[in-house]
């Protein structure tokens, strides 16, 4: 009661009453109930207690307005009542309203609105929710040069989405790509040809459910790399296989906050060949749970969002001891692994004179409570850890983390200017054994969309190595891009 400098004792008069009301009802709307009401009854306050009633707003009836492709859709998304964690004769609150218009938004191909309207039963009020969507399905093709280039520096890749498929408000896509050109294949004197390649491929299904957002992801990725050798050539290859199945929960959210965690239960397999033999002792299968917490604030004009997470390694899914532990390798490892990881992004919008920018900053660390093997370590030197790097050799270290700057200049509304300066560093055991541990770069660039039928998106890059440690091979000058077209 800051705001009407109450103090008790004090003498109340008819405007010190109305201003208590008010400050009732601010605190109301605050925290979310814009339809309940704070009320001062009529009352002997001989006693010197002045009692407040809160009339309760409630929900009166849910109804929607559902299209798609502009024609009528009844059923398309109010089928099920797994979007808005409310009901009917609920006390109202604009945090449920929130959560379940993110559970809609979520989907590109989505456009909603919702209006909060009077109800025909007294001290309620309907929800009309408008839900129109456009073409259900989407589907992008790519290429981009983020490849080795033993396995194919030129990838393409291509993805299918389907949005709000069992009318649950979810998304199911699935994704493929492979290495195009650029590649290393190797002919031997008998004319027998070795070559190399890559291709992967996901697959993704999520649904919200209330407060809860329930997923599942699965990828696999298969190489060849061509080996020389002393009179045939090898094909060394592998494939790995990633699968995971999350819950995460809003916990507690207001008109500046949003706090969650997450549970996530993982497995992963790597297997590895010369030709069609297995080497069975680099052989890894791994499985384990990780928990999480992520909080997003709105500061000003600022947006962050942070994360912090805790992975472990159990035996479950029959999971098999690393080849580290037996005792062979100079650096050990174990399938167990504890690991800690957190990160920080911030972002905000300005504008110098009449121009519109961006700035964005991102740190990600990482810290382990046991060795870890060479999947598990934190790597740094390519365009998603410290651009400048060509990503042909990289820092490994248990320990360690780094941080992107970039700041974009919208000289068109659909396209951008960006700088770009990062730092990375590395520690641990792994890492006193390089010259070096820390790496930093920057790049130039620019990217942007034009609409031609559907969306052509591109990214076009130029980095530069500021600092390396003595003989880290990358090139002077790294050129990159990223194409995509979606419909």
Same mark, same amino acid.
């Given at each position: 009661?800051?705001?009407?400098?109450?103090?008790?004792?004090?003498?109340?008069?008819?405007?010190?009453?109305?201003?208590?009301?008010?400050?009732?009802?601010?605190?109301?709307?605050?925290?979310?109930?814009?339809?309940?009401?704070?009320?001062?009854?009529?009352?002997?306050?001989?006693?010197?207690?002045?009692?407040?009633?809160?009339?309760?707003?409630?929900?009166?009836?849910?109804? @929607?307005?559902?299209?798609?492709?502009?024609?009528?859709?009844?059923?398309?998304?109010?089928?099920?009542?797994?979007?808005?964690?409310?009901?009917?004769?609920?006390?109202?609150?604009?945090?449920?309203?929130?959560?379940?218009?993110?559970?809609?938004?979520?989907?590109?191909?989505?456009?909603?609105?919702?209006?909060?309207?009077?109800? $025909?039963?007294?001290?309620?009020?309907?929800?009309?929710?408008?839900?129109?969507?456009?073409? *259900?399905?989407?589907?992008?093709?790519?290429?981009?040069?983020?490849?080795?280039?033993?396995?194919?520096? @030129?990838?393409?890749?291509?993805?299918?989405?389907?949005?709000?498929?069992?009318?649950?408000?979810?998304?199911?896509?699935?994704?493929?790509?492979?290495?195009?050109?650029?590649?290393?294949?190797?002919?031997?004197?008998?004319?027998?040809?070795?070559?190399?390649?890559?291709?992967?491929?996901?697959?993704? +299904?999520?649904?919200?459910?209330?407060?809860?957002?329930?997923?599942?992801?699965?990828?696999?990725?298969?190489?060849?790399?061509?080996?020389?050798? +002393?009179?045939?050539?090898?094909?060394?290859?592998?494939?790995?296989?990633?699968?995971?199945?999350?819950?995460?929960?809003?916990?507690?959210?207001?008109?500046?906050?949003?706090?969650?965690?997450?549970?996530?239960?993982?497995?992963?397999?790597?297997?590895?060949?010369?030709?069609?033999?297995?080497?069975?002792?680099?052989?890894?299968?791994?499985?384990?749970?990780?928990?999480?917490?992520?909080?997003?604030?709105?500061?000003?004009?600022?947006?962050?969002?942070?994360?912090?997470?805790?992975?472990?390694?159990?035996?479950?899914?029959?999971?098999?001891?690393?080849? $580290?532990?037996?005792?062979?390798?100079?650096?050990?490892?174990?399938?167990?692994?504890?690991?800690?990881?957190?990160?920080?992004?911030?972002?905000?919008?300005?504008?110098?004179?009449?121009?519109?920018?961006?700035?964005?900053?991102?740190?990600?660390?990482?810290?382990?409570?046991? *060795?870890?093997?060479?999947?598990?370590?934190?790597?740094?030197?390519?365009?998603?850890?410290?651009?400048?790097?060509?990503?042909?050799?990289?820092?490994?270290?248990?320990?360690?983390? @780094?941080?992107?700057?970039?700041?974009?200049?919208?000289?068109?509304?659909?396209?951008?200017? +960006?700088?770009?300066?990062?730092?990375?560093?590395?520690?641990?055991?792994?890492?006193?054994?390089?010259?070096?541990?820390?790496?930093?770069?920057?790049?130039?660039?620019?990217?942007?969309?034009?609409?031609?039928?559907?969306?052509?998106? +591109?990214?076009?890059?130029?980095?530069?190595?500021?600092?390396?440690?003595?003989?880290?091979?990358?090139?002077?000058?790294?050129?990159?891009?990223?194409?995509?077209?979606?419909?």
């Amino acid at each position: 009661m800051k705001e009407t400098a109450f103090k008790t004792g004090m003498c109340l008069g008819s405007n010190n009453l109305s201003r208590l009301q008010k400050a009732a009802q601010q605190i109301l709307i605050v925290r979310g109930y814009l339809t309940s009401q704070a009320i001062i009854q009529p009352q002997n306050m001989d006693s010197g207690i002045l009692k407040l009633r809160v009339s309760a707003g409630e929900i009166g009836d849910i109804r @929607y307005e559902e299209k798609r492709d502009g024609k009528s859709a009844e059923g398309s998304i109010s089928a099920f009542n797994n979007k808005f964690p409310l009901y009917r004769n609920k006390i109202l609150n604009l945090r449920d309203v929130e959560q379940g218009l993110e559970n809609l938004r979520r989907l590109p191909s989505v456009k909603t609105d919702i209006q909060i309207i009077p109800s $025909e039963e007294e001290g309620k009020s309907d929800l009309q929710i408008k839900w129109q969507q456009n073409k *259900p399905i989407r589907f992008s093709i790519g290429i981009d040069d983020a490849g080795g280039k033993t396995t194919g520096k @030129y990838q393409g890749n291509v993805a299918l989405s389907f949005d709000n498929p069992l009318g649950l408000s979810d998304l199911f896509y699935v994704s493929y790509g492979r290495g195009l050109a650029h590649k290393t294949d190797l002919t031997d004197a008998t004319g027998t040809e070795t070559e190399s390649g890559s291709r992967s491929y996901s697959v993704h +299904y999520s649904v919200p459910v209330k407060k809860w957002l329930f997923s599942f992801n699965h990828n696999g990725h298969r190489y060849h790399e061509a080996t020389e050798g +002393y009179s045939v050539n090898y094909d060394y290859n592998g494939k790995q296989y990633q699968s995971s199945l999350a819950a995460e929960r809003m916990l507690w959210r207001n008109r500046l906050h949003k706090t969650s965690v997450g549970m996530k239960l993982w497995t992963r397999q790597t297997y590895k060949y010369i030709d069609d033999a297995e080497i069975e002792v680099q052989r890894r299968r791994s499985a384990g749970w990780e928990a999480e917490l992520r909080h997003r604030a709105y500061l000003n004009r600022w947006q962050l969002d942070g994360k912090l997470s805790y992975k472990r390694g159990t035996g479950m899914r029959q999971s098999m001891p690393a080849p $580290e532990e037996n005792g062979g390798d100079i650096l050990p490892g174990t399938s167990r692994m504890k690991i800690i990881t957190a990160g920080l992004d911030a972002a905000a919008p300005f504008i110098l004179g009449k121009q519109q920018f961006f700035y964005a900053t991102a740190i990600q660390a990482q810290w382990n409570k046991t *060795p870890l093997v060479a999947q598990d370590k934190l790597s740094i030197g390519s365009r998603y850890t410290v651009r400048g790097f060509d990503g042909e050799q990289s820092l490994f270290g248990e320990r360690g983390f @780094y941080w992107q700057n970039t700041l974009t200049w919208y000289f068109h509304p659909n396209h951008q200017f +960006y700088l770009g300066a990062d730092y990375g560093r590395v520690s641990g055991e792994s890492a006193q054994y390089v010259s070096g541990k820390q790496l930093m770069g920057a790049v130039v660039g620019f990217r942007g969309g034009h609409k031609v039928g559907g969306m052509f998106a +591109y990214d076009l890059f130029a980095g530069k190595p500021l600092h390396k440690p003595k003989g880290f091979q990358t090139t002077n000058t790294v050129y990159g891009f990223n194409l995509n077209y979606s419909f």
